[in-house]
């Protein structure tokens, strides 16, 4: 079983857990349900007081756990969540350079004096070419000088 899996339903079993320990803690506090049990069993002295303890703190037990498990699935979730929101992030970085690159690319090509026609072999020149597809000859006339 994966972790996702398993507090996968964290905060209804949670919250449900903690108020079924108090309502039993609580019925068992007011109405001693259970003393009766123990008063009619053959227990005594040390063993009684156990089990008298144990019935009581049983509930407050549970309930610890039940909070516990709670907590480790919210901080389990919105650690997930954070993951979730870096990998989304480092995609739109990535995407952002990519067309960057292209811009670039674009502002390099567009610095560029190109010739329509090969110097060499007089064919013309394709878009986005700063070499002569057939003879290979640059097609750069000069680099326009910025000023
Ligand atoms: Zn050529």
Redesign the pocket.
Known sequence: MTLSKFFKYSLPIGIAGIVLSIILFVTNLYYELVVPVIENSSLEGAAFDFFDDLIFYTPCIFMALFAAYLIAGFIYKRKAQLKVEDKVTEDMIGENEAVQKVLDDRAAFLKYKLYTN?P??G?PRAENETD?R??G?SLIKNKSTEK
């Open positions: 090969c060499n072999c064919s002569c057939f003879c000859t």
